[in-house]
């Protein structure tokens, strides 16, 4: 998903935590400018966003966050939105483009009674992190609205699956309307008058040609994770003989090293990301299954002494494999 939200919760916490630190756990450095394009792992921003919560209050951090989004951080993705001439069809661009911002979320516009639901759907264990994840993500999405719409704008209800926080004070005063928790659906309501408002900046040509250029985008990136997943495959095979070199991992695709860095630059990463990924991924399922040792572990995943893997898998996400594999198993 885009890194563009990890950036934002971290700073959201304002001074709370260690900002560096927690960038850090999700492979971005804190002096990095703002890039909606580089993608951290789902995984390991719902494991940081569950690290701000055992350090500070994260009752109002979603909404924090998601109000603090602006169109002009989203790319072209944002400039469509603006351009297009109804805040219908600007969350029809979300709707049909969201996968430049992640590929763990996806959204729909559906008829409901009084009016259209812009709903949010996200597979996988409802745990701490994506439920602050979501919280966010319906917070952003009425924050980009209102920088189009030419009116004060207010859904008609908030729908959120999980079970309330303590304090909802926070929720219903940013979205402004009932916010009901424990609901069927992680959506927003709106009156259809309401999507179908003129925007401030709506134009058909420019919308035309941004719409273009995502096509493009979209194009691109759909083939694009085809090629890391083969290519975290293959490391993931070669990973007990030691460190995999990039040459072998291309040679194994069909490729050579030279194509294989280029097409991996094109979608903002590097041998050396996927692989320390690959890395993280491996020793995290490995660790939920106690039939696996440490040292085992630190074989499966490259490392020649388990002390290596301890130090790398402590600097992943800031505790040791022992401590993790406990939290895991009693969660």
Not at 35 to 48: I, L
Not at 99 to 126: C, D, M, N, Q
Not at 184 to 205: F, H, K, S, V, W
């Amino acid at each position: 998903m885009t890194s563009l939200f990890a950036r934002k919760v971290v700073a959201a916490a304002d001074g709370g935590v260690d900002a560096a630190a927690m960038l850090a756990s999700v492979g971005l450095a804190a002096d990095e400018p703002f890039d909606a394009g580089r993608m951290v792992s789902a995984e390991r921003y719902y494991d940081m966003l569950e690290r701000l919560a055992d350090q500070i209050d994260v009752t109002d951090l979603p909404i924090r966050t998601g109000a603090s989004m602006r169109l002009d951080e989203y790319g072209a993705l944002g400039l469509a939105f603006k351009a297009a001439t109804t805040l219908r069809a600007s969350y029809a661009r979300v709707e049909r483009y969201a996968r430049l911002w992640t590929s763990v979320v996806e959204y729909e516009l559906r008829p409901a009674p009084g009016g259209t639901l812009f709903i949010l759907h996200r597979a996988g264990k409802r745990r701490l992190g994506m439920r602050l994840s979501n919280e966010a993500t319906l917070a952003s999405a009425v924050s980009i609205a209102r920088q189009v719409c030419p009116v004060p704008l207010t859904p008609l209800e908030v729908l959120v699956r999980h079970p309330a926080p303590r304090s909802i004070a926070a929720h219903e005063d940013w979205f402004g309307c009932p916010v009901r928790f424990g609901a069927e659906l992680d959506a927003i309501l709106y009156a259809d008058e309401t999507l179908a408002r003129p925007n401030i900046l709506g134009d058909e040509g420019i919308s035309h040609y941004l719409t273009t250029h995502l096509d493009a985008e979209i194009s691109e990136i759909t083939r694009e994770p085809a090629l890391v997943m083969q290519a975290k495959a293959a490391i993931a095979q070669a990973l007990s003989e030691g460190a995999p070199k990039m040459p072998e991992i291309a040679w194994s695709l069909g490729l050579s090293a030279r194509s294989f860095h280029r097409r991996l630059s094109e979608h903002g990463m590097s041998f050396q990301s996927v692989t320390e990924e690959t890395r993280r991924d491996l020793a995290e399922g490995l660790l939920r299954d106690e039939s696996h040792s440490l040292a085992e572990i630190a074989f499966l995943t490259g490392f020649s002494e388990q002390s290596a893997f301890t130090r790398a898998f402590k600097r992943w996400v800031g505790k040791t494999p022992a401590t993790y594999r406990k939290e895991m198993v009693h969660r």
